[in-house]
C-alpha cells in the first residue's frame, strides 16, 4: 500500500537517493568520523539467503565495499546494525542463527562469528562506546532478554533480565542509548510497556507502562535527553506515545502513517524521525511542542532511521518487499533550516527550572505553589501571575523578636512552567481511531 505525502516538507531538506541497493536492506548507522555509511541487506532464506554488509558514500550514496556474508546452507544474514567507532567495529545481529558478528569497519573483515543461539532472535544491537560493551534485544521468548558482549575481549558477558515481578517484558526491540548517562531504553513487542536499563550502574532496570489501549505491538524507540521524553511507535496503533520519565506518564498520543516501525531523536533541531513502514513517508515530531511538523517522502516500505550528529537523516527503503522487485533504496535528508543556537553551557532549557539548585526556603515555597495552583486548575494568566509575583517579592518586614525575610531570588517563568500543567482531573482528550493499514513486516528481522 503506498500512501499520498501529506503535508510534505521536502522543500526544507536537501534530498539525495539512491534507488539501485541491493534488495533487503534492514537497518543504517553512520560513523561521523569518517562520514560513511553502514547498511544490513538480507534477503531469501536458508539456502537461498543472500546477505551483505554495505560501506556507502555519503556525497554519492554508492557502495564503496561491501562484503558477502557466506551461506552455510541454512541462512546466514546481517539485520540489526551498531557502530562502535571509537574501536573501529561493526556489531551485526544474525537473527535467523541467533547470535551476532562483528567486523572491521575499514576493512569489513570479520572479527568473530559467535556462536549459534547466543541470543535467541537478535533484533537491534547499540553500543556504549565508552566501555565498548554492545548490547543485543532478544525479540521472541516468553522472558526476552539483552544479550551483553564485550568489544575488547571479543566475548560474550552477562544476559539482562528486563522482566520484574510484576511485568513480563516480552520481545525486546528497538534499542536507544544515552551515552552521557549510560541508560540503555527499550520496548516490548507484546507488552505494552517500555524499559530503562542502567548499564554503568549495576544493570538496574525501570519498566514503564504504558496504556494498552493506546499501544499495540511496539517496536520503535527513541530518546530525548532534553526533555527526559521517551518516543514508544507503535506498529499497529499507527502512533507514537510520548512517556515523560518525571512525570511517569503518557503526555502525547501522536498520529503517524501506517504501521510506523522505527524512529530516531535529532538533538540538533530538536526533531523525532518515525519511519511508516505501511506508507512511504516518515513523519517529523518537534521535540519540544511534541506536534507533527510534516513527512517526508520515502519511497516505498521505509524501514529504519538514523540520524547523524549535524541533524542529517538517513533512511534505508525496502521498496521490493512484497512486490519481487529487486532493488531498494536510501534517502538522505540534509535540513535547510538554519541550525539553532545552542545555549550557553550551563543554562536551562526552555520552560524548565533547576529546583535542585534554589535555597531550601524558595524550593519549599515553589513546590506548594505549583501544587495549589495545579490542584486548583488555574491556568494560563493566574498561572502567569503567580510566576510575575515570585520574581518580585520584595523582603518582608521583620516580625516582633524575628529577623527580616530576605527577598527572595528570582525565578525563571513560572508563568510558563505552570501553564503546561494539567488541570486537575482532566481526562486526557480522546484520540480518534487508527486509520487500518496493511500488516507490514512485523519488525522483528527475518
Not at 84 to 98: K, S
Not at 393 to 420: E, H, N, S, T
Amino acid at each position: 500500500m503506498t500512501l499520498a505525502v501529506d503535508n510534505n516538507v521536502g522543500d526544507r531538506y536537501e534530498t539525495t537517493k539512491n534507488t539501485e541497493l541491493p534488495r533487503g536492506v534492514y537497518q543504517v548507522r553512520t560513523n561521523p568520523k569518517t562520514g560513511e555509511i553502514f547498511v544490513t541487506q538480507s534477503v531469501g532464506r536458508g539456502k537461498d539467503e543472500v546477505s551483505a554488509l554495505l560501506v556507502l558514500d555519503p556525497a554519492t550514496l554508492q557502495i564503496k565495499r561491501q562484503v558477502t556474508i557466506p551461506n552455510d546452507g541454512t541462512g546466514r544474514g546481517v539485520f540489526g546494525l551498531g557502530l562502535d567507532n571509537q574501536r573501529g567495529l561493526v556489531w551485526a545481529t544474525d537473527t535467523r542463527a541467533n547470535t551476532v558478528m562483528l567486523f572491521k569497519q575499514d576493512t569489513l573483515e570479520l572479527v568473530k562469528d559467535f556462536p549459534k543461539d547466543s541470543v535467541l532472535h537478535s533484533r537491534d544491537v547499540i553500543v556504549d562506546e565508552t566501555t565498548g560493551r554492545a548490547y543485543v534485544s532478544s525479540a521472541a521468548g516468553p522472558r526476552a532478554d539483552i544479550a551483553v558482549f564485550d568489544g575488547e575481549t571479543k566475548e560474550q558477558l552477562e544476559t539482562i533480565s528486563v522482566s520484574d515481578d510484576r511485568t513480563v517484558f516480552n520481545d525486546t526491540m528497538s534499542l536507544d542509548f544515552d551515552p552521557k548517562t549510560g541508560a540503555l531504553y527499550t520496548v516490548s513487542l507484546n507488552t505494552p510497556a517500555a524499559a530503562r536499563i542502567d548499564v554503568r550502574n549495576g544493570n538496574k532496570v525501570t519498566i514503564y507502562q504504558l496504556p494498552k489501549e493506546q499501544m499495540d505491538r511496539a517496536s520503535g524507540v527513541a530518546w530525548d535527553p532534553d526533555t527526559q521524553r521517551l518516543y514508544v511507535v507503535g506498529q499497529t496503533s499507527n502512533s507514537v506515545l510520548v512517556y515523560d520519565v518525571r512525570e511517569g506518564k503518557v503526555i502525547r498520543d501522536i498520529r503517524t502513517g501506517v504501521n510506523p516501525l522505527n524512529a530516531a531523536y535529532d538533538p540538533v533541531y530538536k526533531r523525532v524521525y518515525v519511519t511508516n513502514f505501511g506508507g512511504s513517508t516518515v513523519t517529523i515530531i518537534d521535540a519540544d511542542s511534541m506536534n507533527v511538523i510534516g513527512q517526508l517522502d520515502a519511497g516505498a516500505t521505509p524501514n529504519h532511521v538514523a540520524v547523524e550528529p549535524d541533524g542529517t537523516v538517513n533512511v534505508v527503503s525496502r521498496v521490493a518487499f512484497g512486490n519481487d522487485g529487486t532493488k531498494d533504496a536510501i534517502y538522505r535528508y540534509v535540513p535547510k533550516d538554519p541550525k539553532p543556537t545552542p545555549p550557553p553551557a550551563g543554562s536551562v532549557p526552555s520552560g524548565s527550572i533547576p529546583v535542585g539548585s534554589l535555597p531550601n526556603d524558595t524550593q519549599g515555597l515553589l513546590g506548594a505553589l505549583v501544587g495549589v495552583i495545579a490542584g486548583l486548575g488555574v491556568a494560563g494568566v493566574l498561572a502567569t501571575a503567580v510566576g510575575a509575583l515570585i520574581g518580585g517579592l520584595p523582603g518582608l518586614p521583620p516580625l516582633p523578636g524575628l529577623p527580616a525575610l530576605p527577598k527572595l531570588p528570582a525565578l525563571p517563568d513560572l508563568g510558563a512552567i505552570l501553564r503546561g500543567l494539567p488541570l486537575s482531573g482532566a481526562p486526557r482528550p480522546a484520540q480518534p481511531a487508527p486509520a487500518p493499514g496493511p500488516k507490514g513486516s512485523c519488525g522483528c528481522n527475518g
